[in-house]
Nanobody, 124 residues
Framework: QAQLVESGGGLVQAGESLTLTCSTP????????MAWFRQAPGKDREFVAA????????YNENLQKDRFTISKNDRKSTVTLQMSSLKAEDTAVYYC?????????????????WGQGTQVTVSS
């Protein structure tokens, strides 16, 4: 199974930006559909964005799409989530996930590999 390692989390002020990176073994992002989820205390894990093997992004329609941008670097085998105009409600542990399904989805059970998560805290 692919090992996923998230980085880039931290404490930021509301309105600021943050970029998360998921590092994976070589060529993983070419074999798997990749995604970012988040989980706030006391809440279910929530889909944020996904990117297919060929680089097509999908976003959670319930989130403000233009605040999140997912991308990947096949050569470095990384997946990045750029977040802007952060709000207190974006505070959560952010997880990177990988799926071998044909198309990426926002369903937690579709993903077989998960990282340990990185904490993002937005102060208002």
């Amino acid at each position: 199974q692919a090992q996923l390692v998230e980085s880039g989390g931290g404490l930021v002020q509301a309105g600021e930006s943050l970029t998360l990176t998921c590092s994976t073994p070589a060529r993983t992002v070419m074999w798997y559909n990749m995604a970012w989820f988040r989980q706030a205390p006391g809440k279910d894990r929530e889909f944020v964005a996904a990117i297919s093997r060929i680089g097509s992004p999908t976003y959670n329609e319930n989130l403000q799409k233009d605040r999140f941008t997912i991308s990947k670097n096949d050569r470095k085998s990384t997946v990045t989530l750029q977040m802007s105009s952060l709000k207190a409600e974006d505070t959560a542990v952010y997880y990177c996930a990988a799926s071998q399904y044909d198309t990426p989805s926002g369903v937690v059970s579709s993903y077989s590999n998960w990282g340990q998560g990185t904490q993002v805290t937005v102060s208002s």
